[in-house]
Structure formats: structure tokens, C-alpha cells
């Protein structure tokens, strides 16, 4: 069974740093674009940086200079690193990949996970 799953969320003080991961799990011939996007409570989910199979980044504006996107291909896992977190980035994170498996291929999700600014 193929799964994403996030791991490093957690409560931080605003102007702190969280380093998310997300890794892929079984049968996988591929991946394409890994993805993190976010979700707050009453807020459509968004897209917050995607990193392409070649090593490419984009980045949604409210992160850029903050949140850094990368990828260890060997270990099918991507990362965010966030600094100099806002009250404003409270959201659930998740991960998307777009995978090629042996049965299917398509955008995969992670379950999430909370990521809390507040002092």
C-alpha cells in the first residue's frame, strides 16, 4: 500500500523554526513533484512550495525567504524547513507527491500534520 507520511509538526514560539518530512512508503516505480500545501480552519488549502523531480523549487509568496523545499530521492522523502514562523502559518501541513506505482499513477496525500505559532 502506498503512503505519504508527514512527521515534525508541533507548537513553536513566533520567530522559531520547524523542519517538516514527509515520506513515501511501498510500492513505487517513481515520483514526480513533491509538494507541501497548507490548511487553517476556515481557509481553502493552499499551496505553500513545490520541488520537481529535477531539483526545481517554487514558492507561494507568503513563505518565500522563510520556508525552504527539498527532497531526498534516495530515501523518497521531502522536506520544509521553516524559519522565522508567524502566528499567521497555524495550519494543518500536508504532503502531495504525484507517484507512478505499478497499479496507477496521480497525486497522493499525507494525513497532515498541526503545525501551531502562538507564545
Known amino acids: 500500500q502506498v503512503q505519504l507520511v508527514e512527521s515534525g509538526g508541533g507548537l513553536v514560539q513566533p520567530g522559531g523554526s520547524l523542519r517538516l518530512s514527509c515520506a513515501a512508503s511501498?510500492?513505487?516505480?517513481?515520483?514526480?513533484?513533491m509538494s507541501w500545501y497548507r490548511q487553517a480552519p476556515g481557509n481553502k488549502r493552499e499551496l505553500v512550495a513545490t520541488i520537481g523531480s529535477g531539483g526545481s523549487t517554487n514558492y507561494a509568496d507568503f513563505v518565500k525567504e522563510r520556508f525552504t523545499i527539498s527532497r531526498d530521492i534516495a530515501k523518497n522523502t521531502v522536506y520544509l524547513q521553516m524559519n522565522r514562523l508567524k502566528p499567521e502559518d497555524t495550519a494543518v501541513y500536508y504532503c502531495?507527491?504525484?507517484?507512478?506505482?505499478?497499479?496507477?499513477?496521480?497525486?497522493?496525500w499525507g494525513q497532515g500534520t498541526q503545525v501551531t505559532v502562538s507564545s
Open positions: 511501498g510500492s513505487i516505480n517513481s515520483i514526480n513533484a
Open positions: 502531495n507527491a504525484y507517484l507512478v506505482t505499478p497499479l496507477t499513477r496521480g497525486n497522493f
